[in-house]
């Protein structure tokens, strides 16, 4: 019997035909890895802020917060109100918001160890109330034990970071001194003098023997829960979060940071969830945690004295002059008014307020950012990619506005030669109401008090001027990957 086998060329044509198919199929492998990684995110993203929304209401509760109101000196013929990041124009009066609120701020941070406390690690470390900055700004805060003690004037926690990097509340002395965000003076500081004691009980001569110490007591007169001192680490914001204390800690997984604002006087907490692509510009390293640092000129040209020694996560932008003034049309394009409601519909040529209600609705343009169109009339090509301060404008970005509302970039740009950016739904409008930060009647009034956005009073006709998220990458080499955000009460 005639067994003929297959010749040379036929086998290396099935070997050719087998290899093309292989190489499709191989293609699709990376591009599911990404799709995986997208979905785990989808998951864990809400989870993460579920447990960081926990451990915050197991430190922190409403009657925590207090007012600026509060630490205005006594006997000042000027009331404190909240001075970041809004600004009032000298034809203004009013408070930038209703009394007793204030918008967003992000808690203290400190970016160095102290090797000689008992403190874990307060690299990183949330310290909500900027305790610590206060301790080295005013004065001691003595405590017994193993606890925190500050001498006046030290720097051993090394730098602070606020978003009141210079206080608030100064009069001729240091009583009323506030540098971050408020805290309930009612609760924590009854002797209204930040230099008292914090969390100790002083006596000028001790009780009898087995008694507890006598509130009211002439010898405790000195006594008072002077500003709470609340600390979330920077390895409480990992996720999963890792034992401390057990050799070197792995980089993490997720990361969550937050702020804070009070509204009708309920206090709100934003809260960011990224996860950590590359540390330090490599591959994650076992062995390699991640700390968040400063942020710094090399970073952001942007930088200045508006966000010289403020927390840098979430990162800020703003079209405010009072402000860091960082929020740009697109790349090389002067700071202004961004966007509001409307889209890209939302404003005339000639910067007006005009909208066209007929181009509202499902696939029209009310989700394009005005101002992110293409950039065509820049010869460099270098000049064209986004900075630090742009990178709200990328793709899958989180975004929360100052009047609380949560974004999602839907189709971002990578260089200022892209765009509009789009969102996944169009910027709500929203009513008017001082407590959004609407603090001139008289506007709306002459607009007919109907909406908020655009052309209705105080802040409103300007859209949003304030947006915070995470940015894309650090001053350390960091890059991150926006995950999730949220606004809840606390």
Not at 448 to 471: C, E, H, K, R, T
């Amino acid at each position: 019997m005639n067994r003929r086998g297959f010749s040379l060329v036929e086998l290396i044509l099935a070997i050719f035909i087998l290899g093309i198919g292989m190489i499709s199929v191989a293609a699709l492998f990376p591009a599911g890895i990404v799709q995986q990684q997208y979905a785990e995110d989808e998951v864990y993203g809400p989870i993460v802020a579920k447990h960081a929304m926990s451990l915050l209401r197991s430190r922190l509760a409403q009657d925590d917060f207090g007012s600026f109101e509060e630490f205005t000196p006594v006997g000042s013929a000027t009331i404190v109100r909240d001075p970041v990041p809004l600004t009032r124009s000298t034809a203004r009066t009013g408070p930038a918001t209703i009394s007793g609120d204030w918008t967003w701020k992000r808690p203290g941070m400190c970016v160095a160890d102290n090797p000689a406390t008992s403190m874990v690690d307060e690299a990183g470390m949330y310290d909500v109330f900027s305790l610590l900055l206060t301790a080295q700004r005013v004065g001691a805060h003595p405590t017994n034990g193993n606890k925190l003690r500050v001498p006046a004037g030290a720097t051993s926690y090394g730098r602070q970071l606020s978003d009141l990097p210079n206080g608030v509340g100064y009069a001729t002395s240091s009583t009323d001194a506030l540098f971050g965000i408020p805290y309930n003076r009612a609760k924590y500081d009854l002797l209204r003098d930040v230099r008292s004691p914090n969390f100790a009980w002083t006596f000028g001569a001790k009780p009898a023997s087995g008694m507890p110490p006598r509130v009211g007591d002439p010898a405790n007169a000195g006594n008072a829960l002077n500003e709470a001192g609340i600390f979330v680490t920077q390895r409480e914001r990992y996720w999963p979060q890792p034992l401390d204390g057990v050799g070197k800690v792995d980089a993490p997984r997720y990361l969550w940071d937050c702020m804070f604002r009070r509204l009708n006087g309920k206090v709100q907490v934003a809260l960011f969830v990224y996860r950590l692509s590359k540390l330090n510009g490599s591959p994650n390293a076992a062995g390699t945690p991640y700390v968040a640092v400063p942020l710094d000129a090399t970073a952001d040209p942007d930088f200045g004295a508006a966000l010289s020694g403020r927390p840098p996560i979430p990162a800020w932008v703003s079209s405010r002059a009072g402000g860091p003034a960082n929020l740009r049309r697109s790349a090389g394009v002067g700071s202004g008014n961004v966007w509001g409601a409307g889209g890209l519909d939302a404003k005339t040529a000639a910067g007006g307020t005009t909208i066209d209600p007929g181009r509202f609705g499902p696939g029209l343009d009310d989700t394009g950012i005005p101002g992110t169109g293409p950039v065509t009339t820049v010869d460099d090509s270098s000049k064209l990619g986004l900075g630090y301060s742009d990178q709200w404008q990328t793709t899958s970005q989180w975004l929360v506005d100052f009047y609380g509302n949560v974004h999602r970039v839907a189709s971002g740009r990578a260089t200022a030669a892209d765009g509009p950016v789009l969102l996944a739904k169009p910027v709500p409008l929203q009513p008017f109401s001082e407590a959004l930060f609407d603090a001139d009647n008289s506007d709306a009034a002459a607009a007919g008090g109907i909406l908020a956005i655009p052309g209705s009073g105080g802040d409103a006709p300007q859209g949003i001027q304030d947006l915070w998220f995470v940015p894309r990458w650090d001053a350390a080499g960091n890059e991150f990957i926006p995950v999730y955000a949220t606004v809840e009460e606390l």
